[in-house]
């Protein structure tokens, strides 16, 4: 028998059976077994573009995004790119009326690419170069969020050698640490990003507002990310918003608190996100009652959701070319299911130890289920992609397999170790499937070498 099953991971009277809150909304199993996104089978999608892929759905990703404009509906909702952005999701997220927040070069050059109005762009970044400075100034960014002293004398003699008031936004770390791995808390304070509350961020201020050639627009928080619940949010509200009342009476023309983002999705079975609307009662309700303790008027407040808008509308798409029974030292066996791709197109679980969930995607089988981790094809024992999932024990090398949550820095992460080509993205809507992001070749691969 297998061993060492995680607490939370319960054994299914079903291995066939989705479980609706790890998927998309338009992902079912249709006759046979076979995975469908709105109504295109993934046996199609593997035979048309290949595998791996990751497959979004279309109308799921629009809906969440709808979803927290209209939760957020007094505030300015700002979707996180570097989650995953393209071409084409920028075009999707321009059309559902939210802005765009991006942290480099390549991300504002994509979203100019896609004709988004630079005018509703946030700039983020803690080290941001003179270049990119002056291409966001220059092609009217509506907000630039700044993190270093450094980075405020520049941004205001670029500003000023162009004659144009740059609008601003100063980074605090509120001291505010979110319950979530290391690597993904940006509010404590042994980080890189923002200003302290220990006089830092006061003296920020003060730079900014003293510049000719910028504007101090408001404060911006960030506590981490895959936070389930709003107090952390509340705290760190708390205690912006009483630097922010200090900035008021001390005569800066702030209007605007960013909370930042992090909202947290379902991967497994353990995870409880919340919905948008909850979000929005909860941070809407500490606002107001901090502004009504401290006396000051409400600020506008803007927001970012990345994964929440992206990660649950996409799932990938696998083939299964080999499978093994390991023996445990414990005397125990685990099945190693290994696909086509691997931790070049999904590092989360390598990188954060993130857990995943999966399905057999290509048929329904009577085989009982078996614990199983599927592994990806690269040259690293920790290339894992989902480390433990009941499987059926009939998994076979031809079956697909496909994993749910991966439209979040899964590809905007995505490698070519080992000279492993990208996957393709193939958006799905009302029945039909287009590729979105080509799949790498191997002619890529070798373009950037001088020979």
Known sequence: MPTHVPAWLLTPA???????????????????????????????????????????????????????????????????????????????????????DVCSEGELACALHAGFDPARI??????????????????????????????????????????????????????????????????????????????????????????????????HSHIGSQIFDSAGFQVAVGRVLALYAEGLAAGMPLGELDIGGGFGIAYTTRDSPQDPHVLAASIERVVGDTCHALSIPRPRLSLEPGRAIAGPSTFTLYEVGTVKTVRLDSGGSRLYVAVDGGMSDNIRAALYGADFSCTLASRSSDAPATLARVVGKHCETGDVLVRDEFLPGDTRPGDLIAVPGTGAYCRSLASNYNHVTRPAVVAVLDGSARVIVRRETVDDLLRLDVT
Not at 50 to 76: I, M
């Open 14 to 100: 079903d291995p066939n059976l989705l479980v609706p809150q790890l998927w998309s909304s338009g992902v079912a199993k249709g006759p046979g077994g076979e995975l469908t996104v709105a109504g295109v089978p993934v046996s199609q999608i593997a035979r048309e573009f290949g595998t791996p892929s990751y497959v979004v759905d279309e109308a799921d990703l629009r809906a969440r995004a709808r979803g927290f404009k209209e939760a957020f509906a007094e505030c300015d909702v700002f979707y996180a790119a570097k989650a995953n952005l393209s071409v084409e999701l920028a075009r999707w997220i321009d059309a559902e009326g939210l802005g765009l």
């Open 122 to 219: 946030g700039f983020h970044g803690n080290n941001k170069s003179v270049g990119e400075l002056v291409t966001a100034v220059e092609c009217g960014v509506g907000r630039i969020i700044v993190d270093s002293r450094e980075e405020i004398d520049r941004l205001a003699a670029v500003a000023a050698d162009r004659r144009v008031v740059q609008d601003v936004l100063v980074r605090v770390k509120p001291g505010v640490e979110a319950h979530t791995h290391t690597y993904i808390a940006t509010a404590h304070e042994d980080q890189k990003f923002g200003f302290s509350l220990d006089g830092e961020a006061a003296a920020a201020m003060a730079s900014v507002s003293s510049a000719p050639s910028l504007r101090l627009r408001g404060l």
